[in-house]
């Protein structure tokens, strides 16, 4: 059974930093590249970075390029998001979900429970 | 980047009721690389239809998908009380992906 975790995130504040972790069982991780989507409270989605399956290739939205690092350790199955110079508009559900189809963008097939992260002083 | 508008924002009909909800991109969408989501309140999205009409795995077939170009179109043929939710949908086909807004089907 393909399952995607979170963890990490909670309470940062404004100016501050914050890493979100993603543990990956039941499939190949280091075959398959690796999106993070965040979702504002009561609000839609959006997608925020990609990492390909050898951290060879990173993008990243607009809203956060410069601010968050994505990273992968192939030999943990994991999925790290460093989020550094925090905004209050960063407070949201961020999701790690497989991405599907070659390169970047994707659509997502299976996503995490979600990781909160809030942003507040 | 591609603006994705769903309508209506919301959809207000009975169980067994057909559902039937709108996405418009704002450019062609290239080799109708849309796709459809469904979420419940406190719960991860969930991948319905990518390719605009390929149902994902252990997605019932009450659920279709069509459209092509910039008019795409999920269908819900008799609502199943599990089936009302919020429904996005999400282009892939030129960088940023995007979703639009949302379409939220509640009980009537």
């Known amino acids: 059974e393909v399952q995607l975790v979170e963890s990490g995130g909670g309470l940062g504040q404004p100016g501050g930093s914050l890493r979100v972790s993603c543990a990956a069982s039941g499939f190949a991780f280091s075959t398959y590249s690796i999106n993070w989507v965040r979702q504002a409270p009561g609000k839609g989605l959006e997608w925020i970075s990609y990492?390909?399956?050898?951290?060879?290739?990173?993008y990243y939205a607009d809203s956060v390029k410069g601010r968050f690092t994505v990273s992968r350790d192939n030999a943990r199955s994991s999925l790290y998001l460093q989020m550094n110079s925090l905004r209050a508009e960063d407070t949201a559900m961020y999701y790690c979900?497989?991405?599907?189809?070659?390169?970047?963008?994707?659509?997502?097939?299976?996503w995490g429970q979600g990781a909160l992260v809030i942003v507040s002083s | 980047e591609i603006v994705l508008t769903q309508s209506p924002g919301t959809l207000s009909l009975s169980p067994g009721e057909r559902a039937t909800l709108s996405c418009r991109a704002s450019?062609?969408?290239?080799?109708?690389?849309l796709a459809w989501y469904q979420q419940k309140p406190g719960q991860a999205p969930r991948l319905l239809i990518n390719?605009?009409?390929s149902r994902a795995t252990g997605v019932p077939d009450n659920f279709s998908g069509s459209g092509s170009g910039t008019d795409f179109t999920l269908s819900i043929s008799r609502l199943e009380p599990e089936d009302f939710a919020v429904y996005y949908c999400?282009?892939?086909?030129?960088?940023?992906?995007?979703f639009g807004q949302g379409t939220k089907v509640e009980i009537k």
């Open positions: 990492i390909n399956d050898d951290s060879s290739t990173m």
């Open positions: 999400q282009q892939y086909g030129r960088s940023p992906p995007t």
């Open positions: 450019q062609s969408v290239s080799s109708n690389y």
């Open positions: 390719g605009a009409s």
């Open positions: 979900t497989r991405g599907r189809t070659s390169g970047s963008p994707q659509y997502f097939d299976y």
